[in-house]
Nanobody, 115 residues
Framework: VQLQASGGGLVQAGGSLRLSCTAQ????????MGWYRQAPGKQRELVAA???????NYADSVKGRFTIFRDSAENTMYLQMNSLKPEDTALYYC??????????WGQGTEVTVSS
């Protein structure tokens, strides 16, 4: 299974970006997909996740600003990020868990928010 993430970049505070992550390969059945981020010197943290049933959860720091959604037919997940803040600067990783409880990670896409 390969996860290809894209959409990162440099944006000014208050701006928006949309990240995407496409899963390819022998996936079986996706149960959960999620976005994590890791800022320099900090631990990786969950940003948002979405289940196969469409349930979502978000980190408190991004609630009301970020939206996670999926195109199940394309095995693609998105993260719409609005009202970006400098503290959102990080390397963003996509993650997939399937019905066999196997976990897969994408290569990361960099988001930089300037003040």
């Amino acid at each position: 299974v390969q996860l290809q993430a894209s959409g990162g970049g440099l944006v000014q505070a208050g701006g928006s970006l949309r990240l995407s992550c496409t899963a390819q390969g022998l996936i079986f059945r996706i149960t959960t997909m999620g976005w994590y981020r890791q800022a320099p010197g900090k631990q990786r943290e969950l940003v948002a996740a979405i289940t196969s049933g469409g349930s979502t959860n978000y980190a408190d720091s991004v609630k009301g600003r970020f939206t996670i959604f999926r195109d199940s037919a394309e095995n693609t997940m998105y993260l719409q990020m609005n009202s970006l803040k400098p503290e959102d600067t990080a390397l963003y990783y996509c993650n997939l868990e399937n019905n066999l409880k196997r976990n897969y990670w994408g290569q990361g896409t960099e988001v930089t928010v300037s003040s």
